[in-house]
Nanobody, 126 residues
């Protein structure tokens, strides 16, 4: 049973920073990538950042490139998302996700992932 538990969501002013964490358990290490998605009210889920957990190549959506940084601590089995220069349009519920199988590419499509955390709310005010 894979469990992904996000933390770190909060309310911040525009221009501020937040760091999200995702603790993974029950994870068989069969997959080699993890990602962060977000969903704003009335909008579809958007993949914002993905990485290979063993070697570090990353991919970001254009909307967050240069502002967000994804990282992974294998010893702690924890995924991170450092978010800087936050904008009101970053307001959303942020989800940590993982695949049940191997990643052959850095996917940012929701259909590519089998396991989702419960989400953590990020609110950015202007």
């Amino acid at each position: 049973q894979v469990q992904l538990v996000e933390s770190g969501g909060a309310s911040v002013q525009a221009g501020g920073s937040l760091a999200l964490s995702c603790a993974a358990s029950g994870y068989g290490y069969r997959s080699n990538c993890m990602a962060w998605f977000r969903q704003a009210p009335g909008k579809e889920r958007e993949g914002v950042a993905v990485m290979y957990t063993n070697s570090g190549p990353t991919r970001y959506s254009d909307s967050v490139k240069g502002r967000f940084t994804i990282s992974h601590d294998k010893a702690k089995n924890t995924l991170y998302l450092q978010m800087n220069s936050l904008k009101p349009e970053d307001t959303a519920v942020y989800y940590c996700v993982a695949r049940s199988g191997r990643c052959y590419d850095l996917y940012l499509e929701a259909a590519s992932y089998d396991y989702w955390g419960q989400g953590t709310q990020v609110t950015v005010s202007s």
